[in-house]
Every structure is written in C-alpha cells, then in structure tokens.
C-alpha cells in the first residue's frame, strides 16, 4: 500500500485515530518507555545536533545542541514539518530527502544547504537513517548535523582554484610544467604536451633527457638543481631548445623552486614561451642593422673625405679674404672681398648641413639664439647672389618692411641658410623678371613661443613655376619638379628639405603657391623674440638730410618702390623716373622750379640708356658738387670702377643695396659723415702674444695659419710633420700647439700622445688645438681621446682662432723670458719690438720648402719663413717680412709668361697673397717638394707602403691645388684612394700618367720663375 506520503511500501498504513501514538511508537524503538530519559540525557551532551521527525515529517524530538542551533524551544518546534519553518528550496530538498530513507530504508550522507538562527544560510554536513520498529518497517527519520560551512567554502574555493589552473593549463599558448626533485614532470600544461607531440599524461614520470638532446636535458637540470639549492628563481632565461628529430628552437623561460607551505622544496616549476620567430626576426633585423651601419658608414666616409677635399681650399679661400681684409683697401674692394667671405661662408654653410643631415633627420639640430639684424642679413644673403641673378638678366630686389624691428633674437646662420636655398631657387628657375625677396610682420599665432613676434619671409619668382601635383613632393629629399629639371638645372634636390625643416625649428612651415608659365612664392612665418638693444647707428648727421630732394632712376618697378620706400622713411624727398629720358626730364624741371635734386641714385643696367650713359649726360649738365652720383648694379664688371672715377660717379653699390651700407654711402657722399677707418684686428678677442708651433704639412694651410698669428700679435714656429713637432716641443719652449690630424711621418693623434706621455715625466702641460679638415664628430672624439684641449674645423676662421687660443692661453708667455714680450695685453697683440717695421703684420710670408717624405725628419733643416731676398734665421715665422709683397702685390699677371696649359696663373694669382710674384715664390718652394713626394711615389709603387703613398699621393694633391693643375690633382686624388685600399697595383698606370702631368707642371713653373727672379 502507499503511505501517507505517496510512497509505495510493504508497510500497513497506520489509521489516522493511532496518530497521536506514533511519537511514542517512534521513541519507544529508540528507546524503551523506561530508558527514555537516559536516552534524552545522552543525546542533550553531544556536541552535534540530533532531530528526530516521524514519518510525515513532524518533529518528535532535538536535542539541546539543535535548539540552539536554531535559537529556539522544544515546544516550538515539536509538531512542526520543514516547510513550517524553512524556506520553499530548502525545505522541498529536507522533504525528498526524507521520502528517499522512508522508500529504501537506506542513510543518507552529504552535504547541504540550511539556515541558521539568524536566518543565514549556512552548510552543514548530516546524516539521515531510518527508525524501523520491531517489524523493520520505517516508522521515522533520526537527523544528525553539524556545521560544515568554513569547510564547504575553503573546498569550493579550493575547487574553484583548481578550475582555474585547470583552465590556464589547458588553454594558455604558453608552456607551463611543474616538476619534482627529480625533475621529473608532474603536470604539464596542452600547449607543452602540443609542443613535445605527446599527450600530457605520457609526460607525466619523463624528463627532459626523454625528449630533448643530452647536451639541452644536462643544462636544464643544471638550472634546476641551483635553483632547488638557492631557492632563487631564473627569471627570463633565453634558452635554445636542441631536439632529437627537429631543428632547435629558441624559448624565453622562467624557472622557481616549488616548495610546500613549510617552504620545503618539493620540485620546480616555471613557464616559457616561444621565441623562435622573434630570434629570426631579431637575426634579421641584425643584419639589417649591420647592412645599414656599412651604409652609413660608408656614407660617413665619403663626407668625411668630401668634406676634407672642400675644406682644404675653403681654408685657403676664407683666410686669404680676412688676411686681405687686414690690408688697406677702398670701399669697393672692402665690398667684394666682403662679399667672397660671405659667399665661402654660405658654401661653408651648406657643407656643414650636408655633415649634418642625419642629424636633420634625427631632429638633432638645435638653434642657436644670438642677436642680429635683420635688414642687414636678409639684405646682405640677397647681395651674395645679385652677380648670379645679373648674369641671367634677372632682377633680384629684396624689401624689409620699415616699420619692423631691426634687431632680433635667434639664428641668423640658419636663417641665412634658408634664404639662400629659397632664393638661389628662385633665380635657378627664372630665366627672366624678377626675383622679389620680402619680409614683413606675420599673423599671430597661439601656439607660438612665449615672447615671440611672427616675421613672414616670401621668395616670389617670375619663374617656370611648378605643378599643382608636386607641390607636397617638391619639399622631399631629393626631389625636384621632374627628372628634367634636374637635368636642365642640376642640384641636389636637397636644398628645400633642409630648409623645410629649419623652418619647423624657427616654429613655422614653408608653404609654397605656383602655377605653371607664372612663377613660384615660398613663404613662411617664423618665430622670434626681439633683441633688448634696439639701438640702430647711425652717425652723422641724418636729420641734416630731412627733406633732401634725391633723384631715383630704376627701370624696375619693384626696385623703385623699395627704395622710395627706404628714402622716405628716413625723411628724404624720392623722385623716381623709369629710365634714363624720363630722368633727364625730372632733372630739367626741378631746376626750373628751383630746387634741382641734389643726390641721384642710378641703376646701371636699364634699356634704352644706361646708368653711365645717364650719369655722363647728368655730369654734362652739374658738377659733382651741384649733384651727387651713386650707382646701384648687380653687374661685375671689371671696369665699372674705373668708369666710376672717369664719369665722377662718387660710390658704386651692388644690389640689393644693404640699408645700413647705403645710409652710410648717403651721409658720406652728402659730406654728412667721414668714411670710417677700418682695424681690421679691433674686433678679435683679447689674448696674449704667444710663441706658437704650428704642425701641417700644406703649403696653402700653413700660409694661412701663418699669416693670421702674425696678424694677431703671435709668433709662430712652422713644423710640417708630427715626429717634428714633437722634437721641436722637447727642445724649446711653446706656448701653445697647433696640430694638424692628418701629415706624413707621423699624425697629429700620434703626437699629441706623445707629448702627452712626455709630460707625465715632466710635470707640465701645454695646451694643444686640433686643426683639421675632418668635420665628423668621430674626429673630435679622437682628437679628445689623445689629450687634445680643443678642435677647430677647416677652414678656420680668425675670430675662432683667436677665441680659442684665448681660452687655452698661459698667463705669462715664454716670449717674456726672450725679453720679447712687447706691450701689456691688448686685443691682439703687436709684433715684437725687436723686429723690423717691415715685419708688421700685413700678409703672410711664403712657407720655406717643406721637408721631402724620404728626408729622415731627425736631419731636416728647421723649417723657415723666408722673404725675398733673404732667408730668415731659427725657423720663427715672425721673422718673415710681408709687408713688401713684390711689385706686383696687386696680383697682375700683365708681365708674365705666355699662356699656360698645366696650370692657371690667373686662378693661382687671385687666391695667393702678392699674386703672380706670390705664385712664383711658392713655385720655388713647391717645386722641391713636389719633386721629392714624386720621387717617393716612384719608389714605392708597386711593393712599398701603401700609407707612406697615400699620404705623399695626399700632399702632392693639396699643395698642386695651390697652382690649379687639375690634371696633377686629379691623378694623385686617385693614387691617394687605390692606396688607402691598399691595392698599390692599380696605381701603376697611374703613376705613369703622375710621371707626366708633374713634369709639365714644373716646366711650367719654371718658366714662371724665369719670368719672376727673385
């Protein structure tokens, strides 16, 4: 039948009137009537709770440990089934449980959810069994429990953490393996087993000897065995993988000590991953590196050379102008030569940025901030390039607005760069109109600097213009128009990147509009903070000129405005005539008015009539004291002075005229101001006379040196080679030390460090200046690393010399000791009392003949500075005289020899002091030294010294500069480079051909010296 419940049982189902006995019958199979208060007294002592229900689930009897598990009374719970008192879920699970021990008769024993007296729900671990009466058949249910709630949750926990590893084992990319003190695996994660080809149970009990190569499975239990004993862990170990049947693999791993809680080392464990393809990767990108580090030194080199090559003649060029500067000179001549120095400093410029242009592309060029003016820089960089606008008939006007500043804060060097890049463009491109160069104030911008002021610079062309389309690529490297261009043009195409991004440093961008057949505008707004000094001199008297009546003649429209626009700023009266007609007529109606113009600025090339045709007819009419001429021109020629003078033309000015020249030439034409008298040395740094070694090995270079010491008060002693200044310095006392890095015998780095090793015995420490024609900064650090004080670059400039040697100079000098020491300090020093007045400073003396490479230096002669007629005693430079250049100082050649092939007198005369008889002086010299590096050429090609040839191969090139004999330069050039790739093979058809070109050029000078005789 069923019961009560709905469960099927063999048991009769007891009627409803026996209820109320059903407890007793329950308690009695416990317990007998007469035993069960014993049996209530025991179950009311044990520490866990004990429930008794009948078969319908009423609650016949707890213990005392479960009423206060419950917070409760007997009578309150007696009577009472589970859904009375639990919740529906917990008390549907007590029930079905319940019905199970009555159906089977069987204990149930788990774990389950319960609520405590607080009503929270709690764990607890019980068990149910069934009351049988004396027929076993189940008459109730005997619950026993107690409190598992800390222990279910620490194991769920635990479950939960070993779901997770579970979970990272097998889904990680990354090998994971835990080991014990045998190294033997105990867990692996799928991707290790994916990795070794097996299933992770086959590896558990292996090691790394099962699956790696002996020499791998050594080295990881190596690992393993020092990490167990240290307990410190291996972290991010690269590792090669060896295998048995597979090529290696690379792995990054990191390896810990497994250890129990009482932090006893059991094993190891640990995590690696693949590496394999970034080691490729990173072998690959090596190479790469390594291709590109050649590259770049190769590119390296070839600057360096390049730049060695330039800067040898720029040396020559620079010094000869400044040395030239020093001598008395006019106006006009201070102008050109002025405007050669400007010009070799821009090609100086440019040098240097090529040297620098990873530094461009690395963004590691810094500005410098130094004060400037504008008008002059901008005026005078468009000055350098009128005579290459004036060749192309093209008219090249520059214009500073009035009302800006003219003293600013920034870099005028690259400033300068720019324009000329942006304005050599200009007249490259236009072959006809103008070029207008413009500066005004620029549109403000937030984002500018702190205390900044925008400028706008344009460049505006008349040119061919460029296509819309390469407008975003014109400003790349290397990158021109079209390949046509570049045909027709040449360049670089490197010259707009540059400047571009000078331009972002000054906070700007260069922008360009251009349209084909119409020309090009390049514009940019930059940058800069005024000057505090705004001071502007102007002495004489300017305001004596308010309302001065000034005739301007200009065919040009832009060049007329610019200048009516300078006049009347500075209170003049400009009247601008187009050309010479409309001029003429100007002038006649002015004096009919009565007041004729009194000072007349001409353009000298305009159509029709030009400026001396206008100015003769100007001249036919007033006298030069009625009417005051100056002549504006781009041109060059020869005779324009000279016609000048002829004409009564009182200044002649190149265009664009620099404001601040043409004020002055104003104010000293109208007699308002006296023309200046130039020092030349009153703006060099102060620095003591000193006793100077110079160590090179070039004629030009050692003339250069020569000539600006004794310029600046110092005495010089000239040495050619490292072994001989390194004598010289032992046996006599120096102030100071000039080296040259690269001469024969020995260098400049080998010396150094031999006077260095020198002084560690003596004690004392003379200071020496590297002066090099290698630029790179590895040449600088070299020159520090040997225990050089100080590095100057060729070619090397006056003011930096002195500066430098002013850093370095002793407080008393070892001239004072010859009682030489001459006057207190001054800005540059005097020549010695002691010496004749012929001896003044003024151009540098012809070098003696320097010492043939095969001449053993122990048995050379000093080297001297001799002047004709005589030689010079002690090898001192300063006892040369320069003041007495020959009779043809000027550098005529009008009475030398015929014409020559090998060499070019003109070209030589213009760039060596005391021109063609300063040629012939250094031909005397030259000739001996040419004839015995020959003689060491011949020697030792082809099984002699490829170093011993490439440095003579170097000498002779340099020194055959001197003359211009491109033939001889050309052919040592490429001696010199076979030699330094020590393939003196090559050389030989060389040397056949040097054999012939020499003898030429010396036929030549010799025919020169005949011409010349001292």
């Given at each position: 039948?069923?019961?009560?419940?709905?469960?099927?049982?063999?048991?009769?189902?007891?009627?409803?009137?026996?209820?109320?006995?059903?407890?007793?019958?329950?308690?009695?199979?416990?317990?007998?009537?007469?035993?069960?208060?014993?049996?209530?007294?025991?179950?009311?002592?044990?520490?866990?709770s004990?429930?008794?229900?009948?078969?319908?689930?009423?609650?016949?009897?707890?213990?005392?440990?479960?009423?206060k598990?419950?917070?409760?009374?007997?009578?309150?719970?007696?009577?009472?089934?589970?859904?009375?008192?639990?919740?529906?879920?917990?008390?549907?699970?007590y029930?079905?449980?319940?019905?199970?021990?009555?159906?089977?008769?069987e204990?149930?024993h788990?774990?389950?959810?319960?609520?405590?007296k607080?009503?929270?729900?709690?764990?607890?671990?019980?068990?149910?069994?069934?009351?049988?009466?004396?027929?076993?058949?189940?008459?109730?249910?005997?619950?026993?429990?107690?409190?598992?709630?800390?222990?279910?949750?620490?194991?769920?926990?635990?479950?939960?953490?070993?779901?997770?590893?579970?979970a990272?084992?097998?889904?990680?990319?990354?090998?994971?393996?835990?080991?014990?003190?045998?190294?033997?695996?105990?867990?692996?994660?799928?991707?290790?087993?994916?990795?070794?080809?097996?299933?992770?149970?086959?590896?558990i009990?292996?090691?790394?000897?099962?699956?790696?190569?002996?020499?791998?499975?050594?080295?990881?239990?190596?690992?393993?065995?020092?990490?167990?004993?240290?307990?410190?862990?291996?972290?991010d170990?690269?590792?090669?993988?060896?295998?048995?049947?597979?090529?290696?693999?690379?792995?990054?791993?990191?390896?810990m000590?497994?250890?129990?809680?009482?932090?006893?080392?059991?094993?190891?464990?640990?995590?690696?991953?693949?590496?394999?393809?970034?080691?490729k990767?990173?072998?690959?990108?090596?190479?790469?590196?390594?291709?590109?580090?050649?590259?770049?030194?190769?590119?390296?080199?070839?600057?360096?050379?390049?730049?060695?090559?330039?800067?040898?003649?720029?040396?020559?060029?620079?010094?000869m102008?400044?040395?030239?500067a020093?001598?008395?000179l006019?106006?006009?001549?201070?102008?050109?030569i002025?405007?050669?120095?400007?010009?070799?400093?821009?090609?100086?410029?440019?040098?240097?940025?090529?040297?620098?242009?990873?530094?461009?592309?690395?963004?590691?060029?810094?500005?410098?901030?130094?004060?400037?003016?504008?008008r002059?820089?901008?005026?005078?960089?468009?000055?350098?390039?009128?005579?290459?606008?004036?060749?192309?008939?093209?008219?090249?006007?520059?214009?500073?607005?009035?009302?800006?500043?003219?003293?600013?804060?920034?870099?005028?060097?690259?400033?300068?760069?720019?324009?000329?890049?942006?304005?050599?463009?200009?007249?490259?491109?236009?072959?006809?109109?103008?070029?207008?160069?413009?500066?005004?104030?620029?549109?403000?911008?937030p984002?500018?600097?702190?205390?900044?002021?925008?400028?706008?610079?344009s460049v505006?062309?008349?040119?061919?213009?460029?296509?819309?389309?390469?407008?975003?690529?014109?400003?790349?490297?290397?990158?021109?128009?079209?390949?046509?261009?570049?045909?027709?043009?040449?360049?670089?195409?490197?010259?707009?990147?540059?400047?571009?991004?000078?331009?972002?440093?000054m906070?700007?961008?260069?922008?360009?509009?251009?349209?084909?057949?119409?020309?090009?505008?390049?514009?940019?707004?930059?940058?800069?903070?005024?000057?505090?000094?705004?001071?502007?001199?102007?002495?004489?008297?300017?305001?004596?000129?308010?309302?001065?009546?000034?005739?301007?003649?200009?065919?040009?429209?832009?060049?007329?405005?610019?200048?009516?626009?300078?006049?009347?700023?500075?209170?003049?009266?400009?009247?601008?005539?187009?050309?010479?007609?409309?001029?003429?007529?100007?002038?006649t109606?002015?004096?009919?008015?009565?007041?004729?113009?009194?000072?007349?600025?001409?353009?000298?090339?305009?159509?029709?009539?030009?400026?001396?045709?206008?100015?003769?007819?100007?001249r036919?009419?007033?006298?030069?004291?009625?009417?005051k001429?100056?002549?504006?021109?781009?041109?060059?020629?020869?005779?324009?002075?000279?016609?000048?003078?002829?004409?009564?033309?009182?200044?002649?000015?190149?265009?664009?005229?620099?404001?601040?020249?043409?004020?002055?030439?104003?104010?000293?034409?109208?007699?308002?101001?006296?023309?200046?008298?130039?020092?030349?040395?009153?703006?060099?740094p102060?620095?003591?006379?000193?006793?100077?070694?110079?160590?090179?090995?070039?004629?030009?270079?050692?003339?250069?040196a020569?000539?600006?010491?004794?310029?600046?008060?110092?005495?010089?002693?000239?040495?050619?080679?490292?072994?001989?200044?390194?004598?010289?310095?032992?046996?006599?006392?120096?102030d100071?030390?000039?080296?040259?890095?690269?001469?024969?015998?020995?260098?400049?780095?080998?010396?150094?460090?031999?006077?260095?090793?020198?002084?560690?015995?003596?004690?004392r420490?003379?200071?020496?200046?590297?002066?090099?024609?290698a630029?790179?900064k590895?040449?600088?650090?070299?020159?520090?690393?040997?225990?050089?004080?100080?590095?100057?670059?060729?070619?090397?400039?006056?003011?930096?010399?002195?500066?430098?040697?002013?850093?370095?100079?002793?407080?008393?000098?070892?001239?004072?000791?010859?009682?030489?020491?001459?006057?207190?300090?001054?800005?540059?020093?005097?020549?010695?009392?002691?010496?004749?007045?012929?001896?003044?400073?003024?151009?540098?003396?012809?070098?003696?003949?320097?010492?043939?490479?095969?001449?053993?230096?122990?048995?050379?002669?000093?080297?001297?500075l001799?002047?004709?007629?005589?030689?010079?005693?002690?090898?001192?430079?300063?006892?040369?005289s320069?003041?007495?250049?020959?009779?043809?100082?000027?550098?005529?050649?009008?009475?030398?020899?015929?014409?020559?092939?090998?060499?070019?007198?003109?070209?030589?005369?213009?760039?060596?002091?005391?021109?063609?008889?300063?040629?012939?002086?250094?031909?005397?010299?030259?000739?001996?030294?040419?004839?015995?590096?020959?003689?060491?050429?011949?020697?030792?090609?082809?099984?002699?010294?490829?170093?011993?040839?490439?440095?003579?191969?170097?000498?002779?090139?340099?020194?055959a500069?001197l003359?211009?004999?491109?033939?001889?330069?050309e052919?040592?050039?490429r001696?010199?480079?076979?030699?330094?790739?020590?393939?003196?093979?090559?050389?030989?058809?060389?040397?056949?051909?040097?054999?012939?070109?020499?003898?030429?050029?010396?036929a030549?000078?010799?025919?020169?010296?005949?011409?010349?005789?001292?």
């Amino acid at each position: 039948m069923a019961d009560p419940h709905g469960i099927e049982t063999d048991q009769p189902t007891p009627d409803d009137s026996s209820w109320d006995d059903s407890g007793s019958d329950v308690l009695d199979s416990l317990a007998p009537h007469q035993s069960l208060a014993a049996y209530q007294s025991l179950v009311n002592t044990l520490p866990l709770s004990l429930l008794i229900k009948d078969i319908d689930g009423r609650r016949l009897f707890a213990n005392e440990t479960y009423l206060k598990s419950r917070g409760c009374t007997l009578d309150e719970v007696l009577g009472k089934r589970d859904d009375e008192l639990f919740p529906p879920d917990i008390a549907q699970a007590y029930m079905k449980d319940d019905r199970q021990v009555i159906r089977t008769g069987e204990s149930l024993h788990s774990v389950e959810e319960s609520i405590d007296k607080f009503g929270q729900r709690r764990w607890i671990e019980r068990i149910k069994s069934p009351v049988l009466d004396a027929h076993q058949r189940v008459i109730g249910i005997q619950l026993i429990f107690w409190d598992v709630t800390d222990r279910h949750l620490a194991e769920s926990e635990l479950k939960y953490e070993r779901y997770l590893l579970t979970a990272l084992l097998e889904n990680i990319p990354d090998s994971i393996y835990f080991k014990d003190p045998d190294s033997r695996f105990v867990r692996i994660s799928e991707a290790m087993a994916k990795k070794f080809g097996l299933a992770s149970a086959e590896v558990i009990g292996k090691t790394d000897a099962d699956i790696f190569t002996e020499t791998h499975a050594a080295a990881a239990r190596e690992d393993e065995l020092r990490i167990m004993q240290s307990r410190e862990p291996v972290v991010d170990l690269v590792e090669r993988e060896t295998w048995r049947d597979r090529d290696d693999t690379w792995c990054m791993s990191t390896k810990m000590p497994l250890m129990e809680d009482d932090e006893r080392v059991i094993g190891t464990f640990g995590i690696s991953r693949d590496i394999t393809e970034l080691i490729k990767y990173e072998e690959a990108l090596r190479k790469a590196r390594d291709e590109a580090d050649a590259a770049n030194r190769a590119k390296s080199d070839f600057l360096a050379n390049m730049s060695h090559e330039i800067r040898t003649p720029m040396n020559a060029i620079i010094g000869m102008s400044e040395l030239l500067a020093q001598t008395k000179l006019n106006n006009e001549q201070l102008d050109y030569i002025n405007l050669v120095r400007d010009s070799a400093e821009s090609l100086l410029l440019l040098l240097n940025e090529i040297l620098d242009f990873s530094k461009i592309e690395s963004r590691k060029l810094q500005l410098e901030s130094i004060p400037f003016s504008l008008r002059d820089l901008i005026q005078r960089t468009s000055q350098s390039l009128a005579i290459r606008a004036a060749k192309k008939t093209v008219e090249l006007a520059c214009r500073v607005a009035p009302d800006l500043p003219d003293r600013w804060m920034g870099d005028p060097g690259r400033l300068r760069q720019v324009m000329i890049n942006l304005i050599g463009n200009a007249i490259k491109f236009t072959d006809e109109g103008e070029v207008l160069v413009e500066v005004c104030a620029g549109d403000p911008c937030p984002d500018a600097p702190p205390n900044h002021l925008p400028l706008r610079f344009s460049v505006k062309d008349t040119g061919i213009g460029i296509p819309t389309e390469k407008h975003a690529s014109i400003l790349d490297p290397f990158t021109q128009a079209d390949e046509s261009t570049t045909r027709r043009f040449g360049g670089t195409g490197l010259g707009l990147a540059i400047s571009k991004e000078l331009v972002q440093l000054m906070h700007g961008e260069l922008q360009l509009e251009s349209r084909p057949g119409q020309g090009t505008t390049f514009y940019f707004t930059a940058f800069f903070p005024l000057a505090e000094d705004q001071t502007v001199d102007r002495e004489g008297d300017l305001e004596s000129l308010a309302e001065l009546s000034v005739l301007v003649v200009d065919d040009n429209a832009t060049n007329l405005r610019i200048l009516k626009e300078i006049l009347t700023n500075w209170q003049l009266t400009p009247t601008l005539a187009a050309g010479g007609p409309s001029a003429l007529q100007a002038v006649t109606d002015a004096a009919q008015r009565g007041r004729p113009f009194q000072l007349a600025i001409l353009d000298c090339m305009m159509p029709e009539m030009d400026g001396f045709e206008l100015a003769t007819q100007l001249r036919s009419q007033f006298s030069s004291e009625q009417l005051k001429l100056i002549m504006l021109s781009s041109s060059s020629s020869g005779d324009a002075l000279q016609r000048c003078q002829d004409i009564g033309i009182a200044r002649y000015l190149t265009k664009p005229a620099v404001q601040s020249e043409l004020l002055d030439t104003i104010l000293q034409v109208m007699q308002r101001k006296s023309a200046a008298k130039i020092d030349p040395r009153a703006n060099l740094p102060e620095c003591l006379p000193m006793r100077v070694l110079v160590a090179e090995d070039g004629l030009a270079n050692q003339h250069v040196a020569v000539g600006m010491l004794r310029a600046s008060g110092h005495h010089p002693v000239v040495v050619s080679d490292g072994r001989e200044a390194v004598a010289r310095y032992e046996s006599e006392p120096f102030d100071m030390i000039l080296m040259d890095m690269h001469m024969p015998v020995m260098d400049g780095i080998d010396a150094t460090k031999a006077i260095r090793a020198h002084e560690r015995v003596t004690g004392r420490h003379i200071p020496i200046i590297a002066l090099t024609a290698a630029a790179m900064k590895e040449d600088a650090e070299a020159c520090a690393q040997s225990g050089m004080d100080g590095y100057l670059t060729k070619p090397i400039h006056q003011r930096r010399l002195q500066e430098m040697m002013a850093q370095f100079a002793p407080a008393t000098s070892v001239l004072d000791a010859f009682g030489q020491s001459g006057p207190a300090r001054s800005g540059v020093g005097k020549p010695d009392a002691g010496l004749a007045a012929a001896d003044a400073p003024n151009e540098p003396a012809a070098i003696a003949p320097s010492q043939a490479p095969s001449q053993a230096p122990s048995q050379a002669p000093s080297q001297a500075l001799p002047t004709a007629p005589h030689a010079v005693r002690g090898g001192d430079a300063n006892a040369a005289s320069a003041s007495d250049p020959g009779p043809d100082a000027t550098g005529s050649i009008d009475d030398g020899p015929g014409e020559f092939r090998t060499i070019d007198l003109q070209a030589a005369a213009s760039r060596i002091p005391g021109g063609s008889r300063g040629v012939a002086r250094l031909a005397e010299v030259f000739i001996a030294e040419c004839t015995g590096l020959l003689q060491v050429l011949n020697d030792s090609i082809p099984n002699g010294d490829p170093v011993v040839v490439a440095r003579s191969a170097h000498t002779l090139k340099g020194s055959a500069s001197l003359f211009f004999a491109e033939a001889v330069r050309e052919t040592a050039l490429r001696i010199e480079s076979k030699a330094r790739d020590n393939d003196l093979a090559a050389t030989v058809a060389d040397l056949a051909q040097l054999n012939v070109d020499v003898g030429a050029m010396l036929a030549e000078l010799n025919q020169l010296l005949q011409s010349h005789p001292s």
